[in-house]
């Protein structure tokens, strides 16, 4: 590593003096509530469906504005496929600290445009709601006032932190990833500004790996009144494989495999000739993840005559406790912090 300081390495007289500095911006954040809500508002009411590039593409734009008006230098990275990246820089960083720090997150919504008809943006509760509130626009308006924050106190960042925002992660981050990678390789650590985990807000420091297969059966068409026994029935040879799927979970190992997306046949009265299903894996090792990957890439036919493709893979690692032991750490002292302020 060339002499690379680790983000987690340091006494913890260190990390608790940097703590400190950080909490000094609450008192700040809290009068500024209302301006956080407004911000929101103007943002969720820009609905950003992954697939509708136009709406993502205005969504980031508004962002881009907020975050170059609190003295961001803004780039926006144009994407033919999806919505447009935005990255920001903010602060230089000190001579002595290598490496940058980026907070990562996204621009686009599971909700498709129209959605805000009958989910408005409201506040009840003392909770916000709309499209994209919670996952994740919230989390960009919260790194958009930490920014402000920053700037309004004084408070000089050690490291050069960069922001990026995709478009396309809600649909698996595949216009996007190059980019992600490349900023994460030029980073100490990458924070994630994703919802926190129960009402309580606990940080996340580990999360699950996550594949996408597809399985596609060919099998062989027939008339099913009348001579059903010169047919291969596609539907049940994915009936098959999908018990067989069911077999590899294991809920105490972290490891989920579900046929989510099934379709097939052409008529009633005819023996299906083609099934096709998607499949959501999820594993919260590294290595299961690999043995997932043979297991599901291995799979045979069952029925004679059938045949079978098996595409895709395994396309997200997890991220294991272990390479974020120093935050889960750091997170109590950070919430005992904060209560005293």
Same mark, same amino acid.
């Given at each position: ?182 900023? /994460? *390789? ?10 926190? %985990? &129960? $009402?309580?807000?606990?940080? #996340?420091?580990? !999360? ?75 594993? /919260? *090792? ?10 599901? %890439? &291995? $799979?045979?036919?069952?029925? #004679?005559?059938? !045949? ?34």
């Amino acid at each position: 590593m060339g002499g690379r300081r680790k983000i987690g390495a340091g006494s913890r007289s260190e990390k608790m003096a940097a703590l400190r500095e950080g909490l000094k911006t609450l008192p700040y954040l809290v009068r500024r509530e209302p301006e956080m809500l407004r911000v929101l508002r103007s943002i969720v009411e820009i609905e950003s469906f992954s697939t509708d590039k136009s709406a993502v593409d205005r969504c980031g734009l508004l962002v881009a504005g907020e975050f170059r008006r609190r003295g961001g230098r803004v780039r926006i990275l144009r994407n033919a496929a999806r919505g447009n990246l935005v990255r920001i820089e903010i602060g230089a960083g000190r001579a002595r600290e290598s490496g940058q720090l980026l907070v990562l997150g996204h621009l686009d919504t599971v909700y498709p445009s129209g959605t805000l008809r009958r989910m408005p943006f409201r506040v009840a509760r003392g909770r916000a709601w709309g499209p994209g509130t919670f996952d994740m626009k919230g989390g960009i308006v919260l790194a958009l006032f930490a920014v402000e924050a920053l700037r309004a106190l004084g408070i000089s960042p050690r490291r050069k932190i960069v922001f990026l925002w995709t478009g396309d992660e809600e649909i698996g981050s595949a216009a996007s990833r190059a980019t992600i990678e490349k900023e /994460a *390789r030029r980073s100490q650590a990458v924070l994630v500004l994703e919802p926190a %985990l &129960g $009402l309580d807000g606990r940080a #996340k420091t580990q !999360r699950k790996g996550i594949g996408e297969i597809e399985i596609l059966v060919h099998g062989r068409a027939a008339h099913a009144g009348v001579d059903p026994e010169r047919g291969v029935n596609a539907a049940h040879e994915l009936a098959l494989q999908i018990a067989r799927l069911m077999k590899m979970n294991d809920p105490r190992r972290g490891i989920t495999v579900q046929a989510n997306v099934i379709s097939g046949g052409t008529a009633t009265n005819v023996v299906p000739e083609f099934a096709r299903a998607q499949v959501d894996v999820r594993f /919260a *090792r590294a290595r299961d993840g690999r043995g997932l990957q043979r297991r599901l %890439l &291995g $799979l045979r036919p069952i029925l #004679k005559g059938a !045949r079978i493709e098996v595409r895709g893979g395994l396309n997200r690692p997890p991220l294991e406790r272990r390479g974020s032991a120093w935050l889960a750490a750091l997170t109590p002292d950070c919430k005992k912090q904060s209560e005293g302020l």
